[in-house]
Nanobody, 116 residues
Framework: QVQLVESGGGLVQAGGSLRLSCAAS????????MGWYRQAPGKQRELVAS???????NYADFVKGRFTVSRVNTRNTMYLQMNSLKPEDTADYYC??????????WGQGTQVTVSS
C-alpha cells in the first residue's frame, strides 16, 4: 500500500507562485510514475503534469512554460512549482502514483485559489 500526502496549496494573487509537494510513504518502490491532477468545481479531473522515475516529464498544454514538475526519489517526494498563476488555475490539486498493474494511488488533495 502507498500513501500520498499533498501540501503547499493556498491563496495567491494572479501572477504569483506556489510550490506543491507530494510525499509518498509505504511501498513506494513500486511507484514508477507520479503525476499532478486538478479538479475545478463542476469540472472533470484533468492531468496537469507527470514525471517518471527516470525523470521524463509530460505537461498539459495549459501549464507549459509556467509549471515545473520534479521529484526526489530518495525522499519519495514530488513537487509542482507553479509560476504566473491565473485565476483559471483555481482548483483542488491531487497527487497520483502509478504502480505496475496498473494500480493507482491518490492523495487527498490540496486547494489552490488564485485571485484576480
Amino acid at each position: 500500500q502507498v500513501q500520498l500526502v499533498e501540501s503547499g496549496g493556498g491563496l495567491v494573487q494572479a501572477g504569483g507562485s506556489l510550490r506543491l509537494s507530494c510525499a509518498a510513504s509505504g511501498r513506494t518502490v513500486n511507484i514508477y510514475e507520479m503525476g499532478w491532477y486538478r479538479q475545478a468545481p463542476g469540472k472533470q479531473r484533468e492531468l496537469v503534469a507527470s514525471i517518471s522515475r527516470g525523470g521524463s516529464t509530460n505537461y498539459a498544454d495549459f501549464v507549459k512554460g509556467r509549471f515545473t514538475v520534479s521529484r526526489v526519489n530518495t525522499r519519495n517526494t514530488m513537487y509542482l512549482q507553479m509560476n504566473s498563476l491565473k485565476p483559471e488555475d483555481t482548483a483542488d490539486y491531487y497527487c497520483k502514483g502509478t504502480a505496475p498493474g496498473p494500480v493507482f494511488y491518490w492523495g487527498q488533495g490540496t486547494q489552490v485559489t488564485v485571485s484576480s
